[in-house]
């Protein structure tokens, strides 16, 4: 009743720039907290972003001054602007969006499907 898909992902040299989009769609009443996460080959899911409806974020140490996360609410878009690039930064990231379904009071945490970001030293 509600997906999330991610788009941005390419291979990008070190010191490169990627976008990374993530639209949510379906029967969505609202979009609380909408972030990124990422996953390295053998590692865990990690936290990159997050971003509140009212605009509040948060980041991982490790991406702070370099990655940037907004959204668009009309859109129920997010997006995360990557710059500065590092090798260590290669992996598959994924949007997680909290939402309330129309209609109900059912309120569901949705991820997409990934997007594979690859940095060359």
């Known amino acids: 009743q509600v997906q999330v898909v991610e788009s941005g992902g390419e291979l990008v040299q070190a010191g490169g720039s990627l976008r990374l989009s993530c639209a949510a769609s379906?029967?969505?009443?609202?979009?609380?907290?909408m972030g990124w996460y990422r996953q390295a080959p053998g590692s865990q899911r990690e936290l990159v972003a997050t971003?509140?409806?009212?605009?509040?974020?948060n980041y991982a140490d490790s991406v702070k001054g370099r990655f940037t996360i907004s959204r668009d609410n009309a859109k129920n878009t997010v997006y995360l602007q990557m710059n500065s690039l590092k090798p260590e930064d290669t992996a598959a990231y994924y949007c997680?969006?909290?939402?309330?379904?129309?209609?109900?009071?059912?309120?569901?945490?949705?991820w997409g499907q990934g997007t594979l970001v690859t940095v060359s030293s």
């Open positions: 971003i509140t409806s009212g605009g509040r974020t």
């Open positions: 997680k969006v909290n939402v309330v379904v129309a209609g109900t009071i059912t309120y569901l945490e949705v």
């Open positions: 379906g029967r969505i009443f609202s979009i609380n907290t």
